[in-house]
């Protein structure tokens, strides 16, 4: 049996992926755009005297519950839309869709997810004092299920961003957001980091990777809202509830700062392309199949004319490094295809059977 029948039978399991000539899945944030625009102002209300803290040993106060939604209340925003879909005899029947979002700047930037926005013909944000706007999309991405949307409104207060790197499992946190459409203003839920750096890889679901999990409840309509933590702090976007009680998952926020701040920018993520198929190959597939190394990224189709059958990759072959980044799974190729950008040549090693080779390859630009 070939290396590209092989590749072509690992295709057929579960856990082939689409990325190259369809669509990738989810990548980190990039090293670039700066996100120095992003710096959101106002800068935290300073801790007064009339505000209930918690003490912390680490010498800063951390703010009760109470106070804390005070303080981020008038950030987070009600987003409506009005979508249409088919029904069975091809009629428009209208679809309304509802979520949460953070105000970003004094501009009206509003960061929410990307599956809460999609395909909206009519989005309406309300703000925490009642009033209505109709807001204009900026951007989108789906692979990272952020996206930015943008209203003009005066006397906006924007969201105190935090860093997620700081984090540590069973760190108190606040989840608040417009769960399941309830009338009366957000829902404020409360529980602790359960983990960092998870991967979700569900029927449903983008391919996602260095998500927050959390204990606190995030239900239908809280996609998009943040989760903070005791400073105030939006560490994370709500993006996903599994069906397992008590698990739910944000965008670290690390991660969402430069993909928002490209979305504001260009209003869409740019990324290389490379024009394949592929699949993660693993310990197990390696052993089953007999092939030369156990890691990877399998190439299991080449688009005609595409950036990498110019390049001269072909079926069959493993992908083991772009550039200076290794390459051992699908979320390592999709760092590097949102590090080295569309025109860029990149130099790809791989196996060709049991042969190690490389080829220079110039990336293309993901069609849209």
Excluded: Y
């Amino acid at each position: 049996m070939n290396m590209t029948t092989k590749l072509l039978l690992i295709a057929c399991l579960p856990i082939l992926l689409s990325l190259g000539c369809v669509n990738p899945s989810l990548p980190p944030a990039p090293a670039t755009p700066t996100v120095a625009s992003l710096a959101l102002e106002p800068t935290p209300t300073p801790l007064t005297s009339t505000m209930a803290v918690v003490p912390n040993r680490s010498g800063v106060d951390l703010l009760s519950v109470p106070e804390l939604v005070k303080r981020l209340r008038p950030a987070v925003v009600h987003i409506q839309t009005e979508a249409l879909r088919l029904d069975m005899f091809s009629r428009p029947i209208p679809e309304v869709g509802v979520g949460t979002g953070i105000v970003l700047d004094r501009d009206g930037n509003i960061a929410t997810n990307e599956h809460v926005v999609q395909g909206a013909r009519r989005i309406l944000v309300t703000m925490a004092d009642g009033r209505s706007f109709q807001a204009t999309l900026v951007g989108g991405d789906r692979l990272t299920d952020l996206a930015v949307v943008r209203i003009q409104a005066d006397g906006l207060q924007a969201a105190t961003l935090g860093a997620s790197d700081r984090l540590e499992v069973g760190e108190e946190v606040v989840a608040i957001g417009h769960a399941l459409n309830l009338p009366g203003g957000p829902t404020v839920t409360k529980g602790v980091v359960s983990a960092v750096g998870r991967i979700i890889q569900e029927a449903g679901f983008p391919i996602t990777e260095g998500l927050i999990q959390t204990d606190t409840a995030i239900n239908p309509g809280n996609s998009g809202g943040p989760l903070v933590n005791l400073k105030g702090e939006v560490i994370g976007i709500n993006t996903a509830r599994l069906s397992a009680e008590g698990i739910g998952f944000s965008i670290a926020i690390d991660s969402a700062k430069p993909i928002v701040a490209e979305l504001i920018q260009k209003g869409r993520v740019e990324r290389g392309f490379l024009g394949i198929g592929q699949v993660d190959i693993t310990p197990a597939l390696a052993q089953n199949f007999s092939l030369p190394t156990d890691k990877g990224i399998g190439i299991n189709s080449v688009s005609p004319d595409g950036p990498a059958a110019r390049a001269g990759l072909r079926s069959g072959d493993i992908i083991i490094s772009i550039g200076s980044m290794s390459i051992n799974n699908s979320f390592d190729l999709i760092k590097a295809l949102t590090t080295f950008r569309p025109g860029q040549s990149v130099k790809v090693d791989f196996f060709r059977d049991s042969i190690k080779m490389s080829k220079e390859v110039v990336l293309g630009e993901r069609p849209r």
